[in-house]
């Protein structure tokens, strides 16, 4: 939404459901003219990093939730609808590419008066936040990659939606009613830019250059992603810091699915630990640690 535009539609962008979504505190600012929701944790405890949660292709942060609000008393916790998703205004001119949403990420921090962060993206987030990596490498402290998207397996289009397709079969079903109103607003038009950027960007490149600690988490029933002996074969020639986690039993939306395994993983991951099955998250789900990079040794 650009500044000049009026008053009055910048309340109804700005319309606030009457329950609360989230047990984070929900709240709007503007950034470069444009409204932004977010949330945010209500009392961050005194000290901690701040850890941002970066949502994927069409939808907005609110499918994030489960992880992120498990994770809410260990950092200071931030969950914003990039500009044109969810809840937050357009920009007037052309829809985002994947550098502009690693650019309005970075200015929704400035907003927020934080320098450094550590990003946990899923699906279209993770070459969001490689991107970021790549334009502001001073400013990230850890990447978390979750289902990465994006790469040759997803195209062409058709071939990404018949996968989206067949996940939407392996998630649970209230998944639906949270997904769903996002996809409606985001609209087709968009749909196909978005993806047509997505699919020219260097996924595979920007993450095998990342220059800083990087956890990828995937889900061994994730059709989005290729085979895991593929994974396996990639994953060999990497000697940078990049730990490389299989949830057996998850699909792609793995922040809503299971929030559970994944913050146990997160929180194992920021303190170096070794990573090990969540005994609190019983269940047909297991944690397999499948590489670890040889500084994280």
């Given at each position: 939404?650009?500044?000049?535009?009026?008053?009055?539609?910048?309340?109804?962008?700005?319309?606030?459901?009457?329950?609360?979504?989230?047990?984070?505190?929900?709240?709007?600012?503007?950034?470069?003219?444009?409204?932004?929701?977010?949330?945010?944790?209500?009392?961050?405890?005194?000290?901690?990093p701040?850890?941002?949660?970066?949502?994927?292709?069409?939808?907005?942060?609110?499918?994030?939730?489960?992880?992120?609000?498990l994770?809410?008393?260990?950092?200071?916790?931030?969950?914003?609808?990039?500009?044109?998703?969810?809840?937050?205004?357009?920009?007037?001119?052309?829809?985002l590419?994947?550098?502009?949403?690693?650019?309005?990420?970075?200015?929704f921090?400035?907003?927020?008066?934080?320098?450094?962060?550590?990003?946990v993206?899923?699906?279209?987030g993770?070459p969001?936040?490689?991107?970021?990596?790549?334009?502001?490498?001073?400013?990230?402290?850890?990447?978390?990659?979750?289902?990465?998207?994006?790469?040759?397996?997803?195209?062409?289009?058709?071939?990404?939606?018949?996968?989206?397709?067949?996940?939407?079969?392996?998630?649970?079903?209230?998944?639906?009613?949270?997904?769903?109103?996002?996809?409606?607003?985001?609209?087709?038009?968009?749909?196909?830019?978005?993806f047509?950027?997505?699919?020219?960007?260097?996924?595979?490149?920007r993450?095998?250059?990342?220059?800083i600690?990087?956890?990828?988490?995937?889900?061994?029933?994730d059709?989005?992603?290729?085979?895991?002996?593929?994974?396996?074969?990639?994953?060999?020639?990497?000697?940078?810091?990049?730990?490389?986690?299989?949830?057996?039993?998850?699909?792609?939306?793995?922040?809503?699915?299971?929030?559970?395994e994944?913050?146990?993983?997160?929180?194992?991951?920021?303190a170096?630990?070794?990573?090990?099955?969540?005994?609190?998250?019983?269940?047909?789900?297991?944690?397999?640690?499948?590489?670890?990079?040889?500084?994280?040794?």
């Amino acid at each position: 939404m650009a500044a000049t535009e009026s008053t009055s539609n910048r309340h109804r962008t700005r319309r606030t459901p009457k329950h609360p979504q989230s047990r984070l505190a929900e709240r709007w600012t503007t950034v470069d003219g444009v409204d932004v929701f977010y949330r945010e944790s209500a009392e961050p405890p005194p000290g901690a990093p701040v850890m941002m949660h970066v949502h994927g292709f069409g939808l907005s942060g609110r499918y994030l939730l489960p992880t992120a609000e498990l994770l809410d008393g260990d950092f200071h916790t931030l969950v914003p609808d990039l500009p044109g998703f969810g809840r937050s205004g357009r920009r007037s001119r052309r829809e985002l590419d994947v550098p502009d949403l690693a650019d309005a990420a970075a200015r929704f921090l400035d907003d927020r008066q934080v320098e450094r962060v550590t990003l946990v993206g899923n699906s279209m987030g993770c070459p969001v936040i490689c991107e970021f990596a790549h334009l502001y490498p001073d400013r990230l402290e850890r990447a978390i990659l979750v289902s990465p998207a994006g790469g040759l397996h997803n195209q062409p289009l058709v071939r990404a939606m018949a996968q989206l397709a067949r996940d939407g079969g392996r998630e649970p079903r209230s998944m639906v009613g949270v997904a769903a109103p996002d996809y409606l607003k985001f609209g087709l038009t968009s749909t196909a830019r978005m993806f047509d950027s997505l699919m020219r960007y260097p996924t595979l490149q920007r993450l095998l250059a990342l220059p800083i600690p990087t956890l990828a988490v995937l889900g061994d029933r994730d059709p989005l992603m290729p085979p895991l002996d593929r994974v396996h074969e990639v994953v060999a020639h990497i000697d940078t810091d990049v730990l490389v986690v299989v949830i057996e039993g998850a699909a792609h939306a793995i922040n809503f699915s299971h929030p559970g395994e994944l913050a146990h993983i997160i929180r194992q991951f920021m303190a170096d630990r070794p990573i090990a099955d969540d005994p609190d998250s019983p269940g047909l789900a297991r944690i397999v640690e499948v590489h670890r990079g040889t500084g994280l040794a």
